[in-house]
């Protein structure tokens, strides 16, 4: 019998010759991620253990955004308990300011194809786009691993998903994995490895992979997996040989294939407060909103800016709409390319890089009645501001329609 | 076997993170601190209500969202005994263990329960409610050690020979 993809990663990572799915190993990850909200947890933990060095800080990565720029005073204090860390234990890779952690992770070398990469955010599945097995943890088992470089994990069922043909040019991959969570439902992939493949997934770009892989943790998947292919080696600076080893044997076993015809995909919403509450943006169409947020590590790079700023070209927006790049590099190449100023010269307002408004935290909060529609990965409850506000998730061009519209709109 | 009887709390399905601690409250500097905002997108009462050793029942996918851990820890810090759930979402599933917080997987006496029930619960054998007994599965072995020690610090404590055995 075969493998697939995460027993592939796993195989190599542990030097097994095999393993299945319920059986529990103990990996030695390649990188793990700490982001500002948890740092000051994750150093007390590691202190309470008994710990007096990091078992290697080179593959340590501590990055600030959920609180950059600070909103609060208190927030400063997360800051100093990361800088004291840092210097305490040697750590060299930190971002204060670069942007949001997934996209810092791919875009910065730091996960690459092939490793095994854990983060105290549940957005960490977001480096399986790179053909890495990454997945987020709580901040007690990342200080474990600080100490002792492993972590035990149990080997996932995987879910084959299967996209076939061209999208419309109306629909993103957002509509993709929007689509997919309508008919997983948000438990669906619970402790499970997603693996994309087909024609449609070939022929997307690796920011749209991450799209994808980034909320395959809202079905509950582990991690969501895309085999490496020549657009990923040139992004994670690779060659084809490095990553010839990392695909799935043709008799590998899946617990189930999902099937979808790119043609038949449709622009969606994730309507509140469900991020499986799946709707047509026609059944939708008319319904007035507040807000436009545009942005984000789900959707805030490139390619999302173009879009929205292609649609936004020479008009106005009809309500307040948000602009957050998912880093600073995508930043200062949005700004290269002109996007930036023809989405300010439409009304947006353009916020730095950081997860402040889709955490609820800061730019551009909510209140109670107001509805927004946004490019994000979270419709819950009290996620953007009060706990009475309605989020409706959507693609950028979807979202950038809305903006001009006031309502939502088909793009 | 440990056994243990407390009051019900009954919640619905995909109780999410955020709903057990939202994110405005996480940069709070303590759990304490955190506490009384529990569950409050939901019901911003039930904080105040819950008693040490009540016991939380929920639908579906309990846990899902964020990687938060401080969501167990309210949980516990709350005095919850252990929550009984249809399913639970994996990064909550694990920072449970590790804080030493008891989940049990049952998919039966969802349906049976009212807010207010007591519920005795045998550790690893069954849970029994109203006189009618529901069946649980043990944990995993490594999953029971840690649980046992008390949660992942201790049991680390203990590798590292900073605590007894």
Same mark, same amino acid.
């Given at each position: 019998m075969?493998?697939t993809l995460?027993?592939?990663?796993?195989?190599?990572?542990?030097?097994?010759?095999?393993?299945a #799915?319920?059986?529990i190993?103990?990996?030695?990850p390649?990188?793990?991620?700490?982001?500002?909200?948890?740092?000051?947890?994750?150093a007390?933990? &590691?202190?309470e253990?008994?710990?007096? *060095? !990091?078992?290697?800080?080179?593959?340590?990565?501590?990055?600030?955004?959920?609180?950059?720029?600070? =909103?609060?005073?208190?927030?400063i204090?997360?800051?100093?308990?990361?800088?004291?860390?840092?210097e305490?234990?040697?750590?060299?890779h930190v971002?204060?300011?670069?942007?949001?952690?997934?996209q /810092?992770m791919?875009?910065?070398?730091?996960?690459? #194809?092939?490793?095994?990469? &854990?983060?105290?955010?549940?957005h960490?599945?977001?480096?399986g786009?790179?053909?890495?097995?990454?997945?987020?943890i709580?901040y007690t088992e990342?200080?474990?691993?600080l100490?002792?470089?492993?972590?035990?994990?149990?080997?996932?069922?995987?879910?084959?998903?299967?996209?076939?043909? %061209?999208?419309?040019?109306?629909v993103?991959?957002k509509?993709v994995?929007?689509?997919? /969570?309508? $008919?997983?439902?948000?438990d669906?992939a619970?402790?499970k490895?997603?693996?994309?493949?087909?024609?449609?997934?070939d022929a997307?770009?690796?920011? =749209?992979?991450?799209t994808?892989s980034?909320?395959a943790?809202?079905?509950? %998947?582990?991690?969501?997996?895309?085999?490496?292919?020549e657009?990923?080696?040139?992004?994670?600076?690779v060659?084809?040989?490095d990553?010839?080893w990392?695909?799935?044997?043709?008799?590998?076993?899946y617990?189930?294939?999902?099937?979808?015809d790119?043609?038949d995909?449709k622009?969606?919403?994730?309507?509140?407060?469900?991020v499986?509450?799946?709707?047509?943006?026609?059944?939708?169409e008319?319904?007035?909103?507040d807000?436009?947020?545009?942005g984000s590590?789900?959707?805030?790079? !490139?390619?999302?800016?173009?879009?929205?700023?292609?649609?936004?070209?020479?008009?106005?927006v009809?309500?307040r709409?948000?602009?957050t #790049?998912a880093?600073?590099?995508?930043?200062?190449?949005?700004?290269? @390319?002109?996007y /930036?100023?023809?989405?300010?010269? @439409?009304?947006?307002?353009?916020t730095?890089?950081?997860?402040g408004l889709?955490c609820?935290?800061?730019?551009?909060? !909510?209140a109670?009645?107001?509805?927004?529609?946004?490019?994000?990965?979270?419709?819950?409850?009290?996620?953007?501001?009060?706990?009475?506000?309605?989020?409706f998730?959507?693609? +950028? *061009?979807?979202a950038?329609?809305?903006?001009?519209?006031?309502?939502?709109?088909?793009? | 076997?440990?056994?243990?009887?407390? *009051?019900?709390?009954?919640l619905?399905? $995909?109780? $999410?993170?955020?709903?057990?601690?939202?994110?405005?409250? /996480?940069?709070?500097?303590t759990?304490?601190?955190?506490?009384p905002?529990?569950?409050? #997108?939901?019901?911003?009462e039930?904080a105040?209500?819950i008693?040490?050793?009540?016991?939380?029942?929920?639908?579906?996918?309990?846990?899902?969202?964020?990687s938060?851990?401080? @969501?167990?820890?309210?949980?516990?810090a709350?005095?919850?005994?252990?929550?009984?759930?249809?399913?639970?979402?994996r990064?909550?599933f694990r920072?449970s263990?590790?804080?030493?917080?008891? !989940?049990?997987e049952?998919?039966q006496v969802?349906?049976?329960?009212?807010?207010g029930d007591s519920?005795?619960?045998?550790?690893?054998?069954?849970?029994?409610?109203?006189?009618k007994?529901y069946?649980?599965? +043990?944990? +995993?072995?490594?999953?029971?050690?840690?649980?046992e @020690?008390?949660?992942?610090?201790?049991a680390m404590?203990?590798?590292?020979g900073?605590?007894?055995?």
């Amino acid at each position: 019998m075969g493998n697939t993809l995460i027993e592939k990663i796993i195989m190599k990572n542990t030097g097994l010759k095999d393993v299945a #799915p319920g059986q529990i190993v103990t990996v030695r990850p390649d990188r793990v991620m700490i982001h500002d909200i948890f740092i000051p947890f994750v150093a007390e933990k &590691f202190e309470e253990m008994g710990f007096t *060095k !990091l078992d290697d800080p080179d593959k340590v990565v501590l990055i600030y955004d959920h609180l950059v720029p600070a =909103s609060l005073v208190e927030d400063i204090r997360h800051f100093k308990i990361g800088d004291a860390f840092a210097e305490k234990y040697g750590l060299t890779h930190v971002h204060r300011s670069d942007g949001i952690c997934h996209q /810092l992770m791919t875009e910065q070398g730091y996960a690459k #194809p092939g490793n095994i990469v &854990f983060g105290t955010d549940s957005h960490t599945t977001t480096y399986g786009c790179v053909g890495c097995f990454s997945t987020g943890i709580g901040y007690t088992e990342m200080a474990s691993i600080l100490g002792t470089g492993e972590l035990w994990v149990r080997v996932p069922e995987t879910i084959k998903v299967e996209l076939e043909g %061209a999208l419309p040019d109306n629909v993103m991959a957002k509509d993709v994995i929007l689509t997919l /969570l309508g $008919d997983l439902h948000s438990d669906g992939a619970t402790y499970k490895a997603l693996e994309f493949t087909g024609s449609g997934v070939d022929a997307m770009s690796v920011s =749209s992979r991450m799209t994808i892989s980034n909320m395959a943790v809202e079905a509950g %998947a582990k991690c969501c997996l895309f085999r490496p292919d020549e657009k990923t080696c040139e992004y994670s600076k690779v060659s084809m040989e490095d990553v010839a080893w990392l695909k799935a044997d043709p008799d590998a076993s899946y617990e189930r294939t999902v099937h979808y015809d790119a043609k038949d995909i449709k622009p969606v919403l994730a309507a509140p407060s469900r991020v499986d509450n799946i709707h047509k943006v026609s059944e939708l169409e008319g319904t007035p909103i507040d807000q436009v947020f545009i942005g984000s590590c789900t959707n805030g790079r !490139l390619e999302d800016l173009a879009a929205a700023a292609k649609i936004m070209g020479g008009k106005k927006v009809a309500v307040r709409t948000i602009v957050t #790049p998912a880093s600073r590099d995508i930043y200062k190449a949005a700004l290269k @390319a002109g996007y /930036l100023e023809t989405l300010s010269k @439409a009304g947006c307002i353009i916020t730095q890089p950081g997860c402040g408004l889709c955490c609820g935290r800061a730019g551009g909060i !909510l209140a109670d009645g107001e509805k927004v529609l946004a490019t994000n990965n979270r419709n819950f409850l009290g996620r953007m501001g009060s706990s009475k506000v309605e989020i409706f998730l959507g693609s +950028p *061009k979807t979202a950038a329609c809305s903006a001009i519209s006031g309502r939502i709109t088909m793009p | 076997m440990e056994q243990f009887t407390g *009051k019900v709390w009954v919640l619905g399905d $995909d109780i $999410d993170t955020d709903i057990i601690i939202p994110t405005e409250y /996480l940069a709070l500097p303590t759990v304490e601190d955190m506490k009384p905002y529990g569950f409050s #997108p939901l019901r911003p009462e039930l904080a105040g209500q819950i008693r040490k050793g009540d016991i939380l029942v929920a639908g579906k996918n309990f846990g899902c969202g964020s990687s938060r851990e401080q @969501a167990p820890e309210i949980i516990k810090a709350l005095g919850i005994r252990c929550v009984i759930a249809k399913s639970y979402a994996r990064i909550f599933f694990r920072n449970s263990i590790n804080n030493g917080l008891l !989940l049990i997987e049952n998919s039966q006496v969802q349906e049976d329960v009212k807010e207010g029930d007591s519920i005795i619960v045998k550790v690893g054998e069954s849970i029994s409610l109203n006189g009618k007994d529901y069946p649980i599965q +043990p944990l +995993p072995g490594n999953l029971m050690e840690i649980l046992e @020690a008390g949660g992942l610090v201790a049991a680390m404590q203990k590798r590292n020979g900073i605590r007894r055995a």
